[in-house]
């Protein structure tokens, strides 16, 4: 079938993108869904730093590829074999396809899935190969999903089935930003009650384990940005303090759990100086592969502390999905508060600009 998609030509174009644009906007080719697979209409699609990591080439992948991997949509057609999605049913889109048979994935989340990993790695669905190609050349798939386009043909361990009292931007906010922030509070390190948080960078990830934080109510809730629009708004939210990064380390506070979500090496090093004795630092933030930081292991074993990598929040998307969205709908969760606009998919060039100057929380391409 004919689509239209968003489809970046080359890694590490300079910007400002909006003028360069690196991503074009067509006419694409689809096939029809094959075994284990699903042809869903994308309703919603999230603008992540994942998908600015290609753009700028801190993450290189195959292009030409059709960008975009958190979203929602409905199924509309399923290939053979598929019993357990339901034509008309919502689904949202996960950027790791889990197998449920590798050692990955008997980790319960601590461990991407093997197969999920090396698939996206080459452009391809778990099923193996692309169902994308444009002029008869192929179309690599991004991360499983490919979802800054009208449709995308998925794999269903790529997608989690949700109720359809899920607003379209919400539930594609789950499928990464919240996964990937909350998860870090609800799987990697969990406080327990009377502990403190606090978040390291203030984007859609970290705002989202933000509102994690809160949801739990263990204890203090301390958010870290050098945005002031940021901080403002994390203190609306409920945050009990917030702090510039620059003061931070005169501020001498410190934290029992401290969420890394910037995928910077410096905030990185300011979360693990901001760790309390015998507390734990998460970080989710992906920064550029040849990022180096510096941390004392002196005081590591001399504070009994302890650094936790968490890829995905640790989710388990089929697990760790319904939880977030029950938590939303009892009003513990206000996830619609991390969009911070609706835009069409021709600005999608303009949104990389506005996500690289740390202006925006979650920009939603509505489809």
């Known amino acids: 079938m004919k689509i239209t998609g968003a489809v970046l030509e080359e890694v590490g174009r300079p910007g400002p993108w909006a003028e360069t644009r690196p991503l074009t906007v067509g006419e694409l080719d689809l096939d029809d869904p094959g075994p284990g697979e699903v042809l869903v209409r994308i309703t919603a699609a999230g603008v992540c730093h994942s998908d600015l990591s290609v753009v700028n080439g801190d993450r290189v992948r195959p292009v030409p590829m059709l960008l975009g991997h958190e979203?929602?949509?409905?199924?509309?057609?399923?290939?053979?074999?598929?019993?357990?999605?339901?034509?008309?049913?919502?689904?949202?889109?996960?950027f790791l396809p889990r197998c449920g048979d590798c050692a990955g994935c008997a980790t319960g989340g601590r461990l991407p899935?093997?197969?999920?990993?090396?698939?996206?790695?080459?452009?391809?669905?778990?099923?193996?190969?692309?169902?994308?190609?444009?002029?008869?050349?192929?179309?690599?798939?991004?991360?499983?999903?490919?979802?800054?386009?009208?449709?995308?043909?998925?794999?269903?361990?790529?997608?989690?089935?949700?109720?359809d009292?899920?607003?379209?931007?919400?539930?594609?906010?789950?499928?990464?930003?919240?996964?990937?922030?909350?998860?870090?509070?609800?799987?990697?390190?969990p406080p327990e009650p009377g502990q403190s948080v606090m978040v390291v960078g203030l984007g859609g990830v970290g705002m989202a384990a933000l509102l994690t934080a809160l949801a739990l109510g263990r204890g203090d809730?301390?958010?870290?940005d050098g945005v002031a629009a940021k901080r403002d708004h994390a203190m609306e939210l409920g945050a009990t303090a917030v702090l510039d990064?620059?003061?931070?380390?005169?501020?001498?506070?410190?934290?029992?759990?401290?969420?890394?979500?910037?995928?910077?090496?410096?905030?990185?090093?300011?979360?693990?100086?901001?760790?309390?004795p015998g507390g734990r630092t998460v970080t989710v933030g992906l920064p550029p592969p040849d990022a180096v930081a510096e941390v004392s292991p002196l005081l590591l074993v001399a504070e009994a502390r302890t650094v936790i990598g968490s890829y995905l929040g640790s989710a388990v998307p089929a697990r760790d999905i319904p939880v977030f969205a029950q938590w939303w709908r009892e009003?513990?969760?206000?996830?619609?508060?991390?969009?911070?606009?609706?835009?069409?998919l021709d600005d999608v060039n303009r949104a990389m600009d506005e996500l690289a100057a740390a202006s925006a929380l979650r920009q939603i391409i509505e489809l």
């Open 331 to 344: 009003g513990r969760l206000p996830v619609e508060a991390l969009v911070s606009s609706r835009i069409a």
């Open 165 to 189: 009292d899920l607003p379209p931007d919400v539930a594609a906010v789950l499928g990464c930003a919240v996964l990937t922030g909350g998860g870090a509070l609800l799987n990697a390190a």
């Open 71 to 94: 979203a929602s949509g409905r199924v509309v057609a399923r290939g053979p074999g598929v019993s357990d999605l339901a034509v008309g049913q919502q689904v949202v889109m996960t």
């Open 245 to 276: 990064p620059g003061d931070l380390a005169s501020s001498g506070l410190r934290c029992d759990v401290v969420v890394e979500a910037a995928g910077n090496a410096r905030a990185f090093e300011s979360a693990v100086a901001a760790t309390a």
């Open 113 to 163: 899935c093997v197969p999920g990993s090396a698939s996206n790695t080459a452009g391809e669905l778990l099923g193996g190969g692309r169902r994308l190609s444009r002029d008869g050349a192929p179309v690599h798939h991004h991360l499983g999903v490919s979802a800054f386009a009208t449709h995308a043909v998925v794999d269903t361990r790529s997608v989690v089935a949700v109720e």
């Open 221 to 224: 809730v301390v958010a870290v």
